[in-house]
């Protein structure tokens, strides 16, 4: 062996004499594929020779053996194993000439010498393929020191090898202070240090995993990657309501629902079988995207960026592998193909933009209590008339006599006189308009009317709209101030404005004067009243107020029109509709019969193919058309009346119904309007675990292949982050990326025994944490020598405990906390945090709802406060908070002025440092040195030194005396206001309270207070 | 604590700078490694030139070599959101002006999509009769009279064009590269590739006038890049950056002692836990110590002589507006704040066209111009790189009644100047209407791949690796377009 490696040695040298390698090199340690090799194909060849057909140069691929050792179009084998001077891949790599190099030289990427060894060893010791290791599923490894927990055991053979040991454990102090802020994001109380001197870790581990805490704290990194935000994005960036959402996350991971649960309720819980609220609540995980209102555009544009957002995110937080690039072509370095991502694509693309009502459980008991009602009410309708079935079918049958053939209008034009709106046609001819809300429209279309008597505007519920609409409001309510008809007749440029008279609808509000009656909602004949000031309104308040409604308009004689008249029809609105339908009808005198709409369309459906739904409103028209059946009816109106309001609603998703089923195609190079042709249907990549055969491919399939057992990713993927979380850092640092470009981790065999426990461990986030909390590992201490700092600056081999500064919530809930300002209260709408004037004052939009919270709401914990994507928080923001853009797998971790100027001086932080001053004053005895001693420990759970102690007091004492001479104001300093006395305990002075504010604020901002140590 | 000595508060003096501890010797490779990093593409002499300019732990900012020599240093770039009508400003058109009020000739039409009109709208005559200007004859609008006064330093490039027609996805555009959130922007790359020489103040400042900009904060954020490099943006109003004053009740003596506190405490913890992080944090509240003092010295104008203030046409020192921010963006240069970027978000003119144009250009033209003049007098306009354009143009077609124009992304216009920038030349032509370009097209990917050129950057070496993949300002698009170039 040793001669024919010197053999091939000498040849090599004599080749290249550049390079000048000892003999020994090729037959040294082996050669890793996966560590060593790849990394530098996936960087140096695989752009143009890898995956990607389209981008493949010269038919030569490298990242399969069999391929390398064929060769490409020259025939030639590009690599031949364990031979150094045969094959074209070494030949062009080590050429003198730049016509021949590899990499070429002008894409300005060269290997490195040591990268050519590298090469080069491995071709010598045989060119061993293996796949990607994250492709690979994940395996647990033997342990052999069973006496050692398995991460330590994992990681001291590591060091072993690096000659390195364990760091000693923490000090206990520090170590609960670390433990209270992985896993709550709280510091512990000086009572909490004294309870874990008596409890140990692995009590305070379980104590702490139960607190609701918990849950707070660790939505954070989940909501980072779901981009969440309480604004829509863009330029008008309004308000949106999905902080039900972000509830959900908290309350799921407090009780640890299984992480696979946790994915497959937000892709798909609302396909699970019945499904419930709570589980059509977590599908708001995609509806996170921004959300374009700008004037002008088109909205289907808008929709394909937040697929392309849902697929980044989808990738980052649960594939862990990029997506992005195959948006536009083949992955260069991964296996995922253009097709292949469509195919991801098209599992998410048939849905509907949904937006719901969500009721708190109060509401529920009473929604639940009048749905018993109804069904009571209904039970003594239908023994009160023996025969209902037959009137049902009759009033039914009436109801069907008096329609007559409407003929929907194909508009080739829709626009808003604004231009702000784009309407589209759908196939059914109803007209949807999203994308902003100018209550404008109009539409064109040509033909010869003849004998036309009327127009039907029907009203119509979409999925797309909130809460089905039909209406834009906020509630899905609607008005229209105006109908009006136009005509054109062939080469004319004048409109002619038609009269339109006898208007009639299924339904109109009751008269609501406004503006001291100079406006009125309601009846329909506002429609064609000539006056925008009125306007036909047809809510039907709780419960009952998103659904169909009509309206018929006559001509005052039948249009007679000639070919290629045009028609314009204008709709003018107040309160904008999101869909609704133009029909003409050659019938005599047509009308709306004063009968629910919904009734109406019902109707027309067999009585055995009617959906419940369809039945309901059926019967309900039909028992209202009864005269004896008043006081029933009377009864049922006034069950009506109990519907509540609901607590808030959601953006989430739903599948959208068969017959608008929405076809994915490829986009040439990523661009939304660009469609090829031919449909792709949902598929997962070949690289990866296929799906379950037999099964339909739907967004339910797809969310459970996504986190299947067999997946090689999920699991990895979801302990790395627990990891990054608690050590700073990842095992594999690109937590959103574990694809072949990704470092491969230092600790790959921890990795994976991490993410097989994981899932035989139930998929339990609780036990990971715990898991990792009692190793030795964690619990090392967090500083080292400068020798292993500069051999291991970032901690990749694990041979100390992590230490790095808070996230941005938890440096602003420390403040909080250590202050004792703090409030604890679960969920709710994101609280208002103050924020400067001149910050509020540069929106494209002023959010003139901005009114700081006050009282105990203000110091509600941060993960609560509200997140205006164009104005990003600048307290968070200055600490690294992403402002949901995007999906955020990790944050920086920055050092600026900025922030340092936030933890001195912004509000909330000032707050805080007068609230510890007094609460300094009210936990120590009347001594400035036991005060130190007393916040010093508040702030970093540990005694000071006795030069800190004194350190402090030497501000003390100047400040002191500079209050005593005047120079300060110390109530200003206690309490921001110069005439205002803070609320002082026992023995102290408005004196003792400023000092001491001066003194907390240091403490508030110490390295140690706003790290975890 | 052998370094550390009990602190002496009384020989302290408020002017004295923080730092006057000693800083425990920190690992060298740390400062490479540690600081979130990667400098990909960048070249290695450039990182042996930095390691020697370290001087504390916020190497993400120590200056850095670009890859070849650069012609400009820092730059100043004027966006003026909301899109100008080249048609009233730069780009003249008797054409469209004899037409106007016709049909637009067909086929002109054929696949365009416009944002807000029936694209077969009449066409509408600039509204401004032109004026040729300096030795070069450049046509400017006569809305223009001082930037006509700098025709000869400026490149006017008419020849602009981009992918995005709602603003919101355009400043993105303009500004990151993308249309979609999330990318770093230009200011955000030149931090990243250039570091920072200024000792007081931030690399990269916003400045901002009129109202909130479409893009919002994205148009200047960080991206993937690390936070450090995002724009700061400076306030005219209250505090010129967020939190910069102290809470009431605290004079400045109360503060120094405070943060000399502060620092002497975290400099115990520097030796006792060896974290080079701390050393970072001790850092950056002597920074922002300095900040509280060399912010409002920025912003405070009396120093400034009248004529300078009559130059810029500023009348009231302290009343916020675009003329203030052009004076200060020159005072931040000379300060060394390596890239400026002001916005101005009016120019939306859907309507009240010929008025509005006019009142913009009264608000911007002169204030423009004297920046580059007196950048030129002071001798920083040969690498300085002037930038004034908005996120698309405007179409010829008329947007309700006569007096207004709808977006248009097919060709608008933007000057350069200063900073190895071709002076006195007009590039690109457009047809009759100002519809389409006729010849030297500059898509946005070009005009950034210049400018980064000019900075000393291949656009396609200057990257940042995120999901695996190295991104660049040009996305994989952009040609460095030489005819702009002096």
Redesign the interface.
């Known amino acids: 062996m040793s001669r024919i490696y010197a053999g091939l040695c000498i040849h090599f040298l004599i080749a290249t004499c550049a390079l000048a390698i000892p003999l020994a090199c090729f037959g040294d340690t082996p050669v890793d594929f996966v560590r060593d090799v790849q990394p530098i194909l996936a960087e140096h060849c695989l752009h143009c020779h890898g995956a990607d057909p389209d981008s493949r140069q010269s038919g030569l691929r490298l990242d399969i053996f069999e391929d390398a050792v064929r060769g490409g179009e020259s025939g030639q084998p590009a690599i031949v194993p364990r031979d150094l001077h045969k094959g074209s891949f070494l030949e062009r790599v080590l050429s003198n000439d730049d016509s021949t190099l590899m990499p070429p030289p002008e894409e300005?990427n060269p290997l490195s010498k040591s990268q050519i060894t590298t090469l080069q060893k491995w071709i010598a010791q045989g060119a061993e393929y293996a796949s990607h290791w994250a492709f690979v599923p994940p395996e647990k490894s033997v342990t052999r020191q069973s006496d050692l927990h398995p991460i330590d055991a994992l990681v001291s053979n590591k060091l072993a090898s690096m000659n390195l040991t364990f760091a000693p454990q923490a000090e206990p102090s520090i170590l609960c202070r670390r433990i209270y802020l992985d896993i709550i994001g709280l510091p512990p109380t000086p009572k909490e240090l004294e309870e874990f001197s008596r409890d140990g870790i692995e009590k305070t581990v379980r104590r702490l995993l139960a607190s609701e805490r918990y849950g707070e704290k660790w939505a954070r990194p989940w909501l980072d990657l779901a981009r969440y935000s309480d604004t829509n994005?863009?330029?008008k960036?309004l308000r949106r309501d999905q902080w039900i959402w972000r509830d959900w996350v908290i309350a799921a991971i407090n009780r640890d629902q299984p992480y696979d649960q946790f994915i497959i309720e937000q892709i798909a819980g609302d396909l699970l079988p019945n499904a419930t609220q709570e589980q059509i609540i977590a599908t708001g995980f995609l509806r996170n995207s921004?959300l374009?209102e700008?004037?002008?555009?088109?909205p289907e544009q808008f929709r394909m960026?937040e697929m392309?957002?849902r697929m980044d995110c989808i990738?980052?937080a649960v594939m862990g592998l990029?997506t992005?690039?195959a948006q536009c072509h083949n992955h260069k370095?991964?296996p995922i193909s253009q097709d292949g991502y469509y195919g991801l694509f098209a599992f998410l693309n048939n849905t509907y933009e949904a937006q719901s009502w969500v009721y708190d459980s109060a509401q529920q008991r009473e929604l639940a209590q009048l749905r018993s009602d109804f069904a009571a009410s209904d039970e003594r309708v239908r023994a009160v008339r023996g025969n209902w079935v037959g009137e049902l079918e009759l009033f039914a049958q009436r109801l069907i006599d008096l329609q007559v053939a409407w003929t929907p209008i194909g508009f080739h034009?829709l626009?808003s006189i604004?231009?702000?709106n784009h309407p589209v046609q759908l196939s059914d001819r109803s007209i949807l308009m999203l994308g902003h809300r100018s209550a404008d429209v109009f539409f064109v279309a040509k033909g010869a009317w003849q004998g036309t008597t009327g127009l039907r505007l029907e009203v119509l519920p979409h999925r797309d709209l909130p809460f089905s609409g039909p209406g834009r409001t906020s509630t899905g309510s609607w008005d229209v101030l105006e109908l009006e008809v136009l005509l054109r007749p062939p080469g004319s440029k004048e409109w002619n404005k038609q009269t339109l008279v006898h208007a009639s609808a299924d339904y109109s509000q009751p008269e609501q004067k406004l503006d001291d009656g100079k406006k009125s909602l309601g009846p329909v004949a506002y429609l064609i009243d000539g006056k925008d000031a009125n306007a036909w309104k047809a809510d039907r308040g709780n419960g009952r107020r998103n659904q169909a409604s009509v309206a018929v308009v006559q001509f005052t004689q039948p249009l007679e029109c000639p070919p290629d008249t045009e028609i314009k029809v204008v709709l003018r609105m107040k309160d904008m509709l999101g869909c609704c339908r133009l029909s003409l009808t050659t019938d005599s005198a047509p009308t709306a019969a004063p009968v629910d709409y919904e009734a109406v369309r019902a109707a027309a459906i067999p009585a055995a193919s009617r959906t419940a739904e369809q039945q309901t409103a059926l019967f309900a028209a039909w028992r209202k058309s009864v005269p004896e059946l008043k006081a029933l009816n009377d009864e049922i109106e006034a069950i009506w009346q109990r519907y509540p309001t609901a607590m808030t609603s959601v953006l989430h998703l739903a599948q959208r119904a068969d017959v608008q089923r929405r076809e994915t195609r490829v986009l040439l190079r990523g661009e939304w309007d660009q469609p090829i042709a031919e449909p792709v249907q949902p598929h997962v990549p070949v690289a990866l675990h296929p799906m379950p055969s037999g099964q339909s491919a739907d967004r339910l399939a797809f969310a459970r292949w996504l986190v299947d057992a067999r997946s090689p990713l999920a699991a990895r993927v979801a302990v790395n982050r627990v990891w990054q979380a608690m050590f700073g850092d990842g095992l594999v640092e690109?937590s959103?990326?574990f694809?072949?470009?990704?470092p491969v981790p230092e600790h790959r065999e921890l990795l994976d025994w991490l993410a097989v426990d994981f899932m035989e461990r139930g998929w339990s986030q609780k036990h990971l944490i715990e898991q990792i909390v009692l190793s030795k590992t964690y619990q090392q201490q967090?500083?080292?020598?400068?020798e292993i700092?500069?051999?291991d600056?970032?901690n990749r081999w694990l041979a100390r405990g992590p230490?790095?500064?808070a996230d941005a919530e938890v440096v602003r809930d420390i403040a909080l906390s250590v202050s004792g300002l703090i409030t604890h209260r679960l969920g709710g709408p994101g609280i208002l945090p103050p924020v400067?004037?001149?910050?509020l004052?540069?929106?494209?939009?002023y959010p003139d709802y901005w009114k700081p919270a006050t009282g105990a709401q203000r110091y509600r914990r941060t993960v609560y406060g509200f997140r205006k994507?164009?104005?990003?928080d600048?307290v968070m923001?200055?600490f690294?908070g992403p402002?949901g853009?995007?999906s955020c797998a990790r944050r920086?971790?920055?050092?600026?002025?900025?922030?340092?100027?936030?933890g001195?001086?912004?509000p909330v932080f000032?707050e805080a440092?007068q609230a510890l001053a007094l609460r300094i004053l009210r936990e120590s005895i009347a001594d400035d040195e036991s005060r130190a001693k007393v916040g010093f420990l508040l702030c970093t759970a540990r005694q000071p030194?006795e030069?800190?102690v004194?350190?402090?007091l030497?501000?003390v004492a100047?400040?002191r005396q500079?209050v005593a001479e005047g120079?300060?104001?110390?109530?200003?300093?206690?309490t921001?206001?110069?005439a205002k006395l803070p609320e002082l305990p026992g023995q102290c002075t408005p004196q003792d309270a400023?000092v001491w504010t001066?003194?907390a604020?240091?403490l508030l901002?110490?390295?140690?207070t706003i790290?975890k140590? | 604590m052998k370094n550390l000595q009990r602190m002496d508060i009384s020989k302290l003096t408020e002017s004295m700078p923080l730092s006057r501890l000693p800083a425990r010797q920190l690992s060298r490779r740390w400062f490479f490694q540690d600081c979130g990093i990667g400098l990909a593409g960048m070249a290695a002499s450039a990182l042996l030139a930095s390691e020697a300019s370290v001087q504390g732990a916020n190497r993400a900012l120590a200056p850095r070599q670009p890859h070849y020599a650069p012609t400009a240093k820092r730059v100043i770039y004027m966006f003026q959101a909301g899109a100008p009508s080249q048609l009233e400003l730069f780009d003249p058109k008797p054409e469209l002006t004899k037409r106007n009020g016709q049909l637009p000739p067909a086929g002109l039409l054929d696949g365009y999509r416009a944002a807000f009109i029936n694209p077969n709208s009449a066409l509408l005559g600039g509204k401004f009769p032109f004026v040729k200007h300096g030795q070069c004859a450049m046509e400017l609008s006569d809305r223009l009279p001082h930037l006509g006064s700098i025709a000869d330093e400026i490149c006017l490039v008419r020849s602009l064009h981009t992918d995005a027609v709602n603003h919101a996805p355009a400043q993105i555009m303009m500004n990151t590269g993308s249309q979609q959130f999330g990318r770093p922007s230009f200011g955000a790359w030149t931090l990243y590739g250039l570091g920072s020489v200024s000792e007081n103040l931030p690399g990269f400042v916003v400045l901002t006038s009129a109202k909130g900009t479409s893009g919002g904060a994205s148009n200047y954020g960080s991206g993937f890049l690390p936070t450090t490099y995002g724009g700061i943006p400076f306030r005219s109003a209250g505090d010129p950056v967020l939190y910069l004053s102290n809470p009431p009740g605290i004079d400045a003596r109360a503060q120094r002692v405070s943060l000399y506190t502060l620092e002497h405490l975290n400099r115990m913890a520097m030796e006792r836990i060896g974290d080079p992080a701390i050393e970072a944090r001790i850092e950056a509240y002597e920074m922002a110590y300095r900040l509280q003092t060399s912010a409002p010295e920025l912003m405070d104008l009396s120093s400034e002589p009248a004529s300078v203030l009559a130059m810029y046409g500023i009348k009231d020192l302290n009343e916020a507006s675009y003329a203030r921010n052009c004076l200060l963006s020159r005072r931040l240069v000379e300060r060394g704040v390596r890239f400026v970027q002001l916005f101005h978000e009016v120019w939306d003119q859907h309507g009240d066209l010929k008025a509005g144009v006019t009142r913009n250009a009264e608000a911007t033209d002169q204030a423009s111009a004297a920046l580059v003049k007196d950048l030129k007098q002071r001798g920083l306009l040969d690498d300085t790189l002037v930038v004034w354009g908005g996120e698309f143009g405007r179409t010829p077609m008329v947007q309700g009644g006569n007096d207004g124009r709808d977006h248009h992304n097919r060709c608008f216009s933007l000057w350069l100047a200063g900073g190895g920038i071709r002076r006195g030349y007009v590039h690109g032509e457009t047809d009759d209407f100002g519809f389409n370009i006729v010849s030297d097209g500059v898509h946005v990917h070009d005009l950034n791949a210049t400018m980064l050129h000019l900075l000393g950057f291949d656009h396609t070496r200057l990257t940042f690796r995120s999901q695996g993949r190295d991104y660049r300002l040009t996305d994989v698009h952009g040609k460095k377009v030489d005819a702009l170039l002096a």
């Not at chain 1, 967090?782 to 400068?786: C, D, F, L, Q, Y």
């Not at chain 1, 994507?869 to 990003?872: C, F, G, L, T």
């Not at chain 1, 920086?892 to 936030?902: D, K, Y």
């Open positions: 300005k994005g863009y330029e960036d921004m374009n700008e004037g002008a555009i088109v960026f392309f957002d990738g980052k990029t992005q690039c370095f991964d034009q626009e604004s231009g702000l690109t959103d990326d694809g072949t470009r990704a967090g500083h080292t020598s400068n700092l500069d051999r600056p970032k230490r790095f500064r400067p004037q001149n910050v004052d540069y929106n494209y939009v994507r164009s104005m990003p600048p923001s200055s690294d402002n853009d995007l920086s971790r920055s050092n600026t002025p900025l922030a340092a100027l936030a001195l001086n912004e000032v440092a030194s030069l800190e004194a350190t402090i030497g501000l100047e400040q500079r120079w300060l104001n110390p109530r200003e300093i206690a921001g206001d110069p400023a001066l003194v604020r240091v901002n110490l390295d140690e790290s140590n």
